[in-house]
């Protein structure tokens, strides 16, 4: 796992959210992008700021263990 700043080519991610997220609030979500080898998750409250980064594999462990649907 790594934490990086949001520099690089992060900005031509696409990112989403949970279909479970509150629509009331939409800025209290964490948000997830898929990158070539790497998973990248955000605070959608500070889209400007760290990123969290961690393997595809460490993605699937850690959403099949909240209890969740893989994403893509």
Avoid: H, Q
């Avoid at 997830?32 to 460490?58: I, N």
């Amino acid at each position: 796992m790594n934490r990086k700043g949001s520099g690089g080519n992060d900005t031509d991610l696409i990112w989403f959210r949970s279909s479970y997220s509150d629509s009331s609030n939409p800025n209290d979500c964490v948000e997830v992008a898929l990158a070539p080898g790497a998973v990248r998750v955000r605070d959608s409250k500070a889209p400007d700021g760290p990123l969290l980064t961690v393997t595809p594999a460490a993605w699937s462990r850690f959403v099949t263990g909240a209890g969740g649907a893989v994403a893509p």
